[in-house]
């Protein structure tokens, strides 16, 4: 081997650049460094993510913006060639007006995917130009402000929308999700007292965190896989949908291709406004897990909630519950007859394999819906039950109970956790 051969410099430029796009972007540009022939080989990149590690470490935060925005402007300016993926992460920018002018830029540069987390502080308020990035697939937006220009026709090609503390009104954000005719994936995270209504035909993922105070999904065949968290107090949450007949059926009235529900605090509070028990329009044919958190076995109407939905969907494979321990009994909750006179008994849960139920207070529907379980889940394999921690001197007596109840499966094993990692 000759000591002045220079193996790397002579590898293919699609090589190089799968090289290069492994190391953080400081590192990939001071290859430029290295020779002549290294100088301008970083400028081709078409991933660049920006972050505070692309500056000296520095406790001046001043100094460190300024570093900051001479490096991601620099680095644009030398850029040669397209660039598909955008991303900005820092702590040190807040509402820059460098921003502006690196969005019109890449607005030129057939930007595919934009993803922008700026500092706590004072919101960035997004320039128009940014929906003029027709060809965007991926947009991610962190802390900002958002309003779309009356010009606005919207994404055409986006698949993949995030926006996590976002101020937008809330006939925008209706118009920015339907004016995405191929939009997969959508998550809106930290929104405040929204009454949202989806319309998007080929949404495939959905997850909703916030204040939200009504949810329609008006024309969503397509999802197969749904996450919600209702972030309210509880004075807040007794007025969820009082204008609607069912949220039940605005909400899950129209995807018959959900395979994966996961309804965290508040879901099934929410969801038991209006509700009945009974058959839906549709049946969940591809449901297969479902995962509700935070219910309240002391309010019978939450109960109709998972009673409707496990009864609707016969492949129902894996079932997980976490209960409530500080709920609240409601008024007109009836007593434990319920499971004899009016749930229905020719009922088969012909697929469930796995049930978890954790935060379990002892209360008396809570065993009755167990019952009902194991009564009627002949190829149920584990029933694994975890008792609320405030739950001390019944455990004892839950236990004998739990061994007590018949089950329909030879193979089912109860597992009763007593601690809590």
Not at 149 to 174: C, D, H, R, T
Not at 286 to 300: N, R, T
Not at 355 to 372: A, L, Q
């Amino acid at each position: 081997m000759h000591a002045e051969q220079d193996y790397i410099s002579d590898l293919p430029q699609s090589i190089i650049e799968t090289i290069l796009t492994k190391l953080p972007l400081r590192d990939a540009v001071r290859t430029c460094i290295l020779s002549n022939k290294w100088r301008y080989k970083w400028a081709t990149l078409t991933h660049l993510e920006f972050n505070d590690n692309c500056v000296s470490c520095t406790h001046d935060r001043a100094l460190a913006e300024v570093n900051l925005v001479n490096f991601v402007t620099r680095a644009l300016f030398l850029h040669d060639g397209p660039i598909f993926r955008f991303t900005l992460s820092t702590l040190y920018l807040q509402n820059s007006p460098d921003v502006d002018q690196w969005l019109l830029f890449l607005s030129r540069k057939d930007v595919k995917e934009l993803v922008l987390e700026l500092a706590d502080g004072e919101w960035f308020r997004a320039p128009s130009c940014l929906f003029a990035c027709r060809k965007l697939v991926r947009l991610e937006l962190v802390r900002c402000e958002l309003d779309p220009p009356l010009s606005f026709k919207g994404f055409m090609n986006l698949k993949y929308l995030n926006l996590q503390q976002v101020l937008i009104a809330p006939e925008a954000v209706e118009n920015l999700i339907a004016c995405c005719p191929l939009l997969e994936s959508l998550t809106l995270s930290y929104f405040d007292s929204l009454e949202l209504t989806i319309r998007a035909p080929s949404l495939k993922f959905l997850i909703l965190e916030g204040e939200f105070k009504d949810i329609c999904l008006e024309n969503t065949p397509m999802l197969v896989a749904i996450s919600v968290a209702m972030y309210t107090a509880d004075d807040v949450a007794d007025l969820f949908g009082q204008n609607s007949s069912s949220n039940f059926d605005k909400f899950l009235g129209g995807v018959p291709s959900l395979e994966r529900l996961i309804g965290h605090i508040y879901f099934t509070k929410y969801m038991s406004v209006g509700n009945t028990l009974g058959k839906t329009q549709i049946a969940y044919q591809k449901l297969k897990v479902i995962e509700l958190y935070q219910v309240s076995f002391e309010d019978m109407k939450e109960i109709m909630v998972i009673l409707r939905l496990i009864l609707n969907a016969p492949n129902l494979q894996e079932l997980q519950i976490s209960g409530s321990s500080n709920s609240s009994p409601a008024l007109e909750a009836p007593d434990l007859d319920f499971w004899e006179n009016e749930c229905p008994c020719d009922c088969t849960f012909n697929q469930l394999k796995i049930v978890k139920m954790t935060e379990m207070s002892d209360v008396p529907h809570e065993m009755r819906f167990i019952e009902f379980l194991l009564r009627n889940s002949p190829v149920l394999e584990v029933l694994s039950i975890t008792p609320s921690v405030y739950v001390t001197d019944g455990r004892i007596n839950m236990l004998i109970e739990l061994l007590r109840l018949k089950r329909a499966s030879a193979e089912a094993e109860i597992i009763f956790v007593q601690d809590q990692v």
